[in-house]
T-cell receptor, first 115, second 116 residues
Framework: KAGVTQTPRYLIKTRGQQVTLSCSPISGHRSVSWYQQTPGQGLQFLFE???????NKGNFPGRFSGRQFSNSRSEMNVSTLELGDSALYLC??????????????FGSGTQLSVL | AQSVAQPEDQVNVAEGNPLTVKCTYSVSGNPYLFWYVQYPNRGLQFLLK??????LVKGSYGFEAEFNKSQTSFHLKKPSALVSDSALYFC??????????????FGKGTMLLVSP
């Protein structure tokens, strides 16, 4: 069974641009959650999607948004990029929602650099 | 608001010795607790979780963790460390109030270095 796939692996953007990251969950998994990892802040929850609906959202500005498609694939969008958005963005999938306490399967992440 | 503290940025241990990576938490209600490990240039991998039941939880790669409600701790342990255990370890918590707005909170991570 294929794991969680994130594309692209690396991205370089400039301030003010927008970016879209993609995540394909493990087949059969309906929950996709997104995380931002930085050396200073550690791993922070962005949002969770389950059955095409946003279930939970972390404490991030509205520039960060996402969506989930009927095949459970998810995209995350960041608009008006800032230098501080440089980070490793991880997505994770699970069979059930986060609140069910199931274990997460993580992708290898997208490393975003904002210049 | 829920929170997780991993008080040590780095833990050093010699191969063959026991290891402990500490985690304390703060949450309303009873917690769901997790440990994940991150190897270089890779995503996180699940090690173990505590939902309910026995306070001693056994997980992958010989790791175990003990849930201590009175001390609000969930320390990760292994009886005999391997060099290949060297990685970044994350503790995570979410409350189980079954709220639609629950989130998963991670600690800042502890780097484990096992020397030969």
């Amino acid at each position: 069974k294929a794991g969680v796939t994130q594309t692209p692996r690396y991205l370089i953007k400039t301030r003010g641009q927008q970016v879209t990251l993609s995540c394909s969950p493990i087949s059969g998994h309906r929950s996709v959650s997104w995380y931002q990892q930085t050396p200073g802040q550690g791993l922070q929850f962005l949002f969770e999607y389950f059955s095409e609906t946003q279930r939970n959202k972390g404490n991030f500005p509205g520039r960060f948004s996402g969506r989930q498609f009927s095949n459970s694939r998810s995209e995350m969008n960041v608009s008006t990029l800032e230098l501080g958005d440089s980070a490793l963005y991880l997505c994770a999938s699970s069979l059930g929602e986060l609140r069910s306490g199931e274990k997460l399967f993580f992708g290898s992440g997208t490393q975003l650099s904002v210049l | 608001a829920q929170s997780v503290a991993q008080p040590e940025d780095q833990v050093n241990v010699a191969e063959g010795n026991p290891l402990t990576v500490k985690c304390t938490y703060s949450v309303s209600g009873n917690p769901y607790l997790f440990w994940y490990v991150q190897y270089p240039n890779r995503g996180l991998q699940f090690l173990l979780k505590y939902i309910t039941g026995d306070n001693l939880v056994k997980g992958s790669y010989g790791f175990e963790a003990e849930f201590n409600k009175s001390q609000t701790s969930f320390h990760l342990k292994k009886p005999s460390a391997l060099v290949s255990d060297s990685a970044l370890y994350f503790c995570a918590v979410r409350d189980n109030r079954n709220s639609g707005y629950s989130t998963l909170t991670f600690g800042k991570g502890t780097m484990l270095l096992v020397s030969p």
